[in-house]
């Protein structure tokens, strides 16, 4: 019998190191993978961009001289959307991967203004879905806004995969030069831990990357929380 211990625990060991193994090779391919259809969508931002500069800048143009308030103001817009093309494609760069592939198809991306929809489309499949918008959240950028959706999307998701019959509650707010995105539900939660984590490794990607942290855990009272927060104003977190 103790001679037959040290082999188990050998047994043992060997496959909990073999499972580890496999489930960091499977992280590290959801994490790839993500971040291939990030830089997707980093493309599309940067394209509508340039896009947005050539059209002020051919209007400039036209008016340099008839109007040159208007043209200044105009070139004004082409500095400013310039300069916020810079930091997506810095963005861009990072997380882009040989194996990415090009992008063929140009289309917008969501943001902010389409979380009501996500709501919308979760209250359709039977979840109690209320949104609410602590003041006002000012100007945020592109790639911002569509983190802040990413982290509604998937956060909701789990909760109607793994939550059981629950409400939830998605709250944004702006303060202190950030914004807060938070999805809370009223649900049993998830049954392992694992099951959440996967389907967050991509968000957690997403809000590293404009310098956010994204909190993930039990909720006060129960249920479970997802709670992201975005520097408004990511200048240089691409640079990290």
């Known amino acids: 019998m103790t001679d037959r211990l040290p082999a188990r625990r050998l047994r043992d060991t060997v496959l909990a190191a073999a499972l580890a193994y496999a489930l960091g090779r499977a992280t590290q391919a959801r994490r790839a993978e993500e971040r291939r259809r990030i830089a997707g969508e980093l493309h599309d931002l940067v394209a509508h961009r340039v896009a947005a500069m050539q059209v002020l800048a051919a209007g400039a143009r036209r008016a340099l001289r008839r109007d040159p308030d208007a043209a200044d103001g105009a070139l004004a817009a082409v500095e400013d959307t310039g300069r916020a093309t810079l930091r997506e494609l810095h963005r861009l760069l990072r997380v882009l991967r040989a194996d990415a592939g090009p992008t063929t198809e140009l289309a917008p991306q969501p943001g902010l203004a389409d979380v009501a929809a996500l709501a919308g489309a ?22 911002v806004a569509l ?3 990413r982290v509604v999307q998937q956060a909701l998701r789990n909760v109607l995969r793994h939550a059981g019959p629950a409400t939830a509650l998605v709250r944004l707010a702006a303060d202190e030069g950030a914004l807060t995105v938070e999805v809370t539900d ?11 984590g996967a389907g967050l490794v991509g968000v957690r990607e997403r809000v590293a990357l404009y310098g956010g942290i994204l909190r993930t855990g039990p909720a006060p009272g129960g249920g479970f929380r997802v709670s992201a927060r975005i520097p408004l104003d990511p200048t240089g977190a691409a640079e990290h």
């Open 147 to 149: 983190t802040a959706y």
């Open 122 to 143: 979760a209250r359709r499949a039977g979840l109690p879905v209320t949104v609410r918008t602590d003041g006002p959240l000012g100007p945020v950028t592109d790639g």
């Open 186 to 196: 009223t649900g049993r939660g998830p049954a392992s831990a694992d099951r959440i």
